[in-house]
């Protein structure tokens, strides 16, 4: 059986707004342990994102994450996904970008988020299923 993003997304639970610090931001990220928080904020077009790699490159930048914003350093142009994309689309598209995280929406709704790590997880299972299947 082929499962589809929705069936393995997670919700929006780390979500920071343009103006929190990156040490806020990294605060809400390992609260919620996962490498990425959706920005939300009135003042943008639209939702973004802040990862771990964006945190850590502001870092080796000279950034004080006690000063710098979010909104300096997150990304607004996101790259989504369709709840009924199989894994493998959606895999596909978080390579073609180098990113490990892809935004989900069902029309224009934002319904959740997946990661590189949920993508493996589900194929360690599979793995799993498949290797009990052989020896069982």
Same mark, same amino acid.
């Given at each position: @059986?082929?499962?589809?993003?929705? +069936?393995?997304?997670?919700?929006?639970?780390?979500?920071?707004?343009?103006?929190?610090?990156?040490?806020?931001?990294?605060?809400? @990220?390992? +609260?919620?342990?996962?490498?990425?928080? =959706? #920005?939300?904020?009135?003042?943008?077009?639209?939702?973004?994102?802040?990862?771990?790699?964006?945190? =850590?490159?502001?870092?080796?930048?000279?950034?004080?994450?006690?000063?710098?914003?979010?909104?300096?350093?997150? !990304?607004?142009? =996101?790259?989504?996904?369709?709840?009924?994309?199989?894994?493998?689309?959606?895999?596909?598209?978080?390579?073609?970008? !180098?990113?490990? !995280?892809? #935004? #989900?929406?069902?029309?224009?709704?934002?319904?959740?988020?997946? %990661?590189?790590?949920?993508?493996?997880? +589900? =194929?360690?299972?599979? +793995?799993?299923?498949?290797?009990? %299947?052989?020896?069982?």
């Amino acid at each position: @059986m082929k499962r589809t993003v929705g +069936e393995i997304m997670s919700p929006i639970n780390a979500t920071v707004g343009a103006d929190a610090t990156l040490r806020q931001a990294a605060r809400r @990220m390992s +609260e919620y342990k996962t490498g990425a928080a =959706l #920005v939300m904020d009135a003042a943008l077009p639209g939702p973004g994102i802040v990862t771990e790699r964006d945190i =850590l490159r502001a870092l080796a930048e000279g950034a004080d994450p006690d000063d710098a914003l979010v909104g300096d350093y997150m !990304h607004s142009k =996101l790259v989504v996904a369709d709840p009924s994309w199989s894994l493998a689309a959606a895999a596909k598209e978080m390579t073609r970008f !180098h990113i490990r !995280h892809i #935004v #989900v929406f069902d029309g224009p709704e934002l319904v959740g988020i997946m %990661s590189m790590r949920d993508v493996i997880a +589900e =194929l360690g299972l599979r +793995e799993e299923s498949a290797e009990a %299947s052989v020896s069982g």
